[in-house]
């Protein structure tokens, strides 16, 4: 072949080429700063489990990138125009990834599971509306509920879980604690903790194979290490912390090979108060603390100005978000007044506060990994320090930070951030009765005005209702301050460019994971 016809043999073959029979194959090495606890989603508290699990597992509905509730392991669904019945008519191609078949009898094992007392699940108070869920058939299922819930439907996004593993099986004890079985795209392979967990494409998913081989989740606690590990090439997708994406990613190196991404994120960051501790009993003390902290600086130091101030538990955007709750804006002379009235003053002279014979000294509990979390607890150490309040901070990894301090309340004070999905219900972290431990109000807020509200705004499908019940709700932790709302932050993501088919929506940019690609010619694994 003559060297001009093989040239215009390239090209035509480059133009015809399919765009996706080549594109099987690679893996996608992602880098956290935080392993997983365990495997089973029901058990699970943190985002590190629910992220592995969310790769692993399928629930009756999931969100699409539009946000809205679509099918997942039902292909359809139906609500009685009273709003007390769903019915969810399953899929019957689905298989568990060890080859058994999915059927309704996993959807009612998952629920019966759920709402036994000796689950320790944080996500009960989800279906306490529901009367029943019984099957029609192998693959219908109706759920009845005693009365009108308005999370209803996003509450069957939880993932099913395997009858015939669990069954009459201790959960707690569970081989799929570390080595989970869905139904989801990727299959589980192993899990070095502390180092990384691997998946691998799911053969038999009933959506398509993804076209990646593989999911590589790696922990790497310092966001430094992780950064210097996606310069080297060694992993392809991380969150960014705002230096990073401001002044350390615009090389050339980088515009060549990754794309970045900003988007509002559903998750805020808090400095919560442990409310059975004796400093903290008193609303007039966690006011001050809010008056003598500059969100706007913390802001602007630690994101760079990328996310807005937080007033309350949503972001500010969303339709239930009340813009006219008081605020704490920074006022370090109010803050002592305050102080004062509390009943602290600096009687020795010292520049600490007193109060029946304690100084007015506390400890701030951050988990390890997340400088944006420890920076902001320096610069309200100093601010406090300002008004009399000594501030100690202690960085804990992890695991240890959630199942021995947060979990046992063994803590003062805690900057921690929430995840706070799409729907508005906070039943899980603000109720009362959600005080237990390993339960989510792990604060001990109890209000029973809050109580109320919260369990009117998810028994009304009423928008306006709903939304004046939120409203209020909003108002009184304002006025309460269990927590100072510091900031809803930006979701700021890199990713390789050698990944195709990744798409930013409102749900960000992996709701869609299965579907990646990479070409051929780009593979690196």
């Known amino acids: 072949m003559e060297r001009r016809e093989f040239l215009k043999f390239l090209v035509l ?19 956290s700063i935080g392993d997983a606890s365990n495997l089973i989603p029901i ?58 078949n999915f059927s309704a009898d996993d959807v009612v094992f998952t629920y019966n599971l759920i709402m036994d007392p000796n689950t320790p699940t944080a996500y009960r108070s989800d279906y306490d509306y529901v009367k029943s869920v019984k099957k029609i058939d192998n ?21 099913i879980l395997p009858k015939h593993l669990l069954y009459k099986k201790n959960i707690l004890t569970s081989p799929l604690r570390t080595h989970p079985i869905g139904t989801g795209p990727f299959k589980f392979k192993k899990w070095e903790v502390g180092q990384k ?10 959506d398509g194979r993804p076209y990646l081989d593989g999911y590589i989740y790696r922990v790497i606690p310092d966001p430094t290490t992780m950064f210097l590990e996606l310069k080297a090439g060694k992993i392809d997708l991380m969150g960014l912390t705002p230096i990073q994406y401001k002044r350390e990613t615009n090389s050339k190196f980088f515009k ?37 902290i500059n969100k706007k600086e913390i802001i602007n130091i630690v994101l760079l100005g990328l996310g807005v101030e937080a007033t309350g538990p949503y972001r500010p955007d969303m339709w239930y978000y009340n813009p006219n709750v008081k605020k704490y804006p920074y006022n370090p002379e109010k803050a002592k007044i305050l102080l004062r009235e509390a009943g602290w003053k600096d009687i020795d002279g010292d520049g600490i506060l007193e109060k029946d014979g304690k100084k007015f000294i506390f400890t701030i509990l951050t988990n390890q990994g997340n400088l944006n979390r420890l920076k902001s607890a320096q610069i309200i150490q100093k601010r406090l320090e300002e008004v009399g309040i000594k501030v100690k901070i202690r960085v804990i990894e992890w695991a240890s930070f959630i199942n021995e301090f947060i979990n046992k309340k063994r ?11 799409i729907d508005p219900d906070q039943y899980d972290i603000w109720h009362s009765s959600k005080t237990a431990e390993g339960e989510l109000n792990f604060i001990s807020f109890k209000n029973k005005e809050v109580d109320k509200l919260l369990e009117e705004g998810r028994s009304t499908f009423d928008i306006e209702k709903r939304k004046k ?12 301050q269990p927590y100072v709302f510091l900031y809803v932050p930006y979701s700021l993501v890199i990713l390789h460019k050698r990944f195709k088919n990744v798409k930013k929506a409102p749900a960000g940019i992996t709701y869609n994971i299965e579907k990646w690609y990479v070409p051929k010619y780009e593979q690196k694994y």
């Open 13 to 31: 073959s480059a133009i015809f080429r399919p765009k996706k029979i080549f594109c099987f194959g690679d893996k996608l090495v992602t880098g």
């Open 197 to 206: 967990i691997e998946l691998t494409a799911n053969e038999k998913y009933f």
């Open 469 to 480: 019940a939120y409203f209020k709700f909003q108002e009184i932790l304002a006025e309460e």
């Open 43 to 100: 058990l699970a508290t943190d985002s590190a489990s629910h992220e592995i699990a969310s790769l692993i597992y399928n629930g009756l509905l999931k969100y699409d990138k539009n946000l809205n509730l679509v099918g997942d392991l039902a292909e359809k669904f139906e609500v009685s125009p009273d709003n007390l019945k769903i019915k969810f008519h399953l899929r019957k191609n689905v298989l568990w990834q060890d080859g058994k």
């Open 139 to 159: 693959y219908t299922i109706e759920v009845i509920y005693k009365r009108p819930f308005a999370p209803a439907l996003s509450s069957w996004t939880v993932s």
């Open 256 to 292: 060549k090979n990754f794309r970045k991404f900003c988007y509002p994120t559903f998750a805020y960051t808090y400095l919560g108060f442990n409310l059975l501790h004796p400093f903290f009993k008193d609303k007039r003390v966690r006011q001050a603390i809010s008056y003598a």
């Open 411 to 421: 803590f003062e004070a805690v900057i921690l951030g929430w995840s706070t999905g």
